[in-house]
């Protein structure tokens, strides 16, 4: 399993998904990385002003970061190499470096939903 590490520059909160103007992007890179951890896969995000020593720690991203400085980021490692630097990587990229299809994100999402509804979706949503 591919393990996958977005270093997200200076954020409020871990997710960055904080105050009154929520970024749609970091909102979308918060709910894939939730939706990969809950299949299993190794995927984790940093945050520069929670986690610093995670930057000095990882040689590549301490690299970029030194030649291109903190603007280079968000930067993906994935099983130690950069793949991805000044922006989040798409839902696809993220899929296909994790081995997950969207078809299995999404059955994995409905069983959820299934699940936590006594195993009938309820409102109206025709699932049962």
Known sequence: MKK??????????????????VDPE????????????KAGKEIKRHNLSEEPQAYIDNAAVNDVILKEGADALPVTVVDGAVLKKGEY?????????????????????????VAQNGGCCSGGSGCC
Do not use: H, Y
């Open 26 to 37: 970091l909102l979308r890179m918060a709910t894939m990385v939730s939706n990969l951890q």
């Open 89 to 113: 990587p798409t839902n696809d990229e993220l899929l296909d470096w994790s081995g997950m299809s969207k078809e299995e994100l999404v059955t994995l999402l409905i069983q959820e939903k």
């Open 4 to 21: 996958i590490e977005i270093f997200d520059p200076a954020m409020c909160c871990s997710t960055g998904v904080c105050g009154p103007g």
